[in-house]
Nanobody, 110 residues
Framework: QVQLVESGGGLVQAGGSLRLSCAAS????????MGWYRQAPGKQRELVGTITGGGRRNYGRFTISRDNAKNTVYLQMNSLKPEDTAVYYC?????????WGKGTLVTVSS
C-alpha cells in the first residue's frame, strides 16, 4: 500500500525560504510521477509542479527534486510571498491512481 508523509511546513516571513519533504512508502518506481499541489483558504487545489525520474525541475521560485533511493520528493520554496500560504500536498501516481499525503501547512507572514 502506498503512503505519503509530508513534513517541513511552518511559519515563515515573506522573502524567506522553506523546504518541504514527502516520503513515500510502498512499491514505487522512478517512472511514477511525484509532485506537489497546494490549496489556499477558499480556493481550489492547484498544481505546483511534478517530477518523473530523478534530478530536479525549476518552477520559478520553487524547485522540485527527487531522491529515488529514499523514495522522497522535495519542494524548495524561495522568496516566499503571503499568497504562497496554503496547505501543500504531496502527490504520487501509480498505475493511473493518484495517492495523496495529508498535507502540510505553510504560512507566510507579511
Amino acid at each position: 500500500q502506498v503512503q505519503l508523509v509530508e513534513s517541513g511546513g511552518g511559519l515563515v516571513q515573506a522573502g524567506g525560504s522553506l523546504r518541504l519533504s514527502c516520503a513515500a512508502s510502498g512499491i514505487i518506481f522512478s517512472i511514477n510521477p511525484m509532485g506537489w499541489y497546494r490549496q489556499a483558504p477558499g480556493k481550489q487545489r492547484e498544481l505546483v509542479g511534478t517530477i518523473t525520474g530523478g534530478g530536479r525541475r525549476n518552477y520559478g521560485r520553487f524547485t522540485i527534486s527527487r531522491d529515488n533511493a529514499k523514495n522522497t520528493v522535495y519542494l524548495q520554496m524561495n522568496s516566499l510571498k503571503p499568497e504562497d500560504t496554503a496547505v501543500y500536498y504531496c502527490n504520487l501516481v501509480v498505475g493511473g491512481m493518484d495517492y495523496w499525503g495529508k498535507g502540510t501547512l505553510v504560512t507566510v507572514s507579511s
